[in-house]
């Protein structure tokens, strides 16, 4: 409770409790707002702490099971601290324009991605030293305008599993393809916004850069840990095989130490034989040298 406590507190600090003009509200968030003060609704910081509390376990459970979530935030408050979240626990992110298609034409933006790494890569390594300058300046120029477009979600491989939207009012678009291909949402509502849109909706304000950081910060702090969990099972998984290893590796130089030495027994077992038979084969042949001798001696006496 104490937490809760301190939370909200720094909630209300930061100014996540400020809404639209009364005038400009969605009447869908009438459960989320606290009060109207000169005209400005006033948001319920404890549905805040809940949903907030709410998402931060889902994301985390996302980010435990190895799957990418994708930072969404173009407006200018939100643009530095989505890309510092984002790079902090390594997922990725889109702080320009949004491109139409991004997700619901994802092979063809991989496209892209893969043009501007390969003109990256050949900068680098020399590869364009015999074209003209003219040639390379112009290159250099929209590998430029592709990274600053695309540069956030170079290393996605595939469609992410979830998508957090700054202000989905102004994110309308990814959120409409997030709906469309099932993705799931969670974004920051204002009191002008539907909060029905998203899958995890955080009642906040979303135009002050002071809320959107203290949010941000507290969601990318629930991925960080779902993250170090998920390296954690890896490497008690590791020191399990390790040891399973040694044990098979163990048993088997005993079974190979066991069957030298039988092998070694029964070798000694057919050398003894061996000697045994020239043994018993050269008496018989002194005996049958014998009778023949005793044949020749009456021979010889006749002559």
Not at 12 to 40: C, R
Not at 51 to 79: D, H, N, P, W
Not at 112 to 122: D, L
């Amino acid at each position: 409770m104490e937490n809760n406590t301190s939370l909200q507190q720094q909630l209300l600090d930061a100014g996540v409790h400020f809404g639209h003009l009364k005038k400009k509200w969605n009447p869908k968030m009438l459960p989320y707002i606290f009060a109207e003060k000169k005209g400005i609704h006033i948001i319920d910081l404890n549905k805040t702490v809940e949903c907030l509390q709410e998402t931060a376990a889902v994301m985390k459970q996302i980010a435990r099971s190895g799957k990418k979530i994708l930072f969404v935030g173009t407006k200018k408050q939100a643009k530095d601290i989505v890309s510092e979240c984002a790079k902090r626990v390594n997922m990725p992110f889109v702080t320009e324009r949004w491109l139409g298609g991004m997700l619901t034409n994802f092979n063809t933006v991989r496209k892209s991605v893969k043009k501007m790494q390969s003109i990256e890569k050949m900068l680098g390594d020399g590869s364009f030293d015999s074209i003209t300058k003219k040639e390379r300046l112009t290159l250099s120029r929209d590998r430029d305008k592709m990274d600053k477009v695309l540069g956030g979600i170079a290393q996605l491989g595939r469609v992410p599993a979830a998508l957090f939207i700054i202000d989905i009012g102004h994110e309308h678009i990814a959120l409409a393809e997030a709906k469309r291909l099932g993705i799931t949402t969670f974004g920051l509502v204002d009191t002008n916004c539907d909060p029905n849109k998203v899958d995890f909706a955080i009642p906040a304000n979303d135009d002050a850069t002071k809320s959107i950081a203290i949010l941000a910060n507290y969601l990318t702090a629930a991925i960080a840990e779902g993250l170090a969990e998920r390296q954690a099972a890896k490497d008690d998984d590791t020191d399990e095989t390790i040891d399973d290893d040694k044990e098979k590796s163990a048993a088997r130089m005993e079974a190979e130490a066991q069957a030298e030495a039988a092998r070694a027994r029964g070798g000694s077992r057919a050398g003894g034989r061996g000697t045994n038979a020239p043994g018993a084969g050269g008496q018989r042949r002194r005996t049958s040298g014998g009778g023949a001798g005793g044949g020749r001696g009456p021979g010889g006496g006749r002559r």
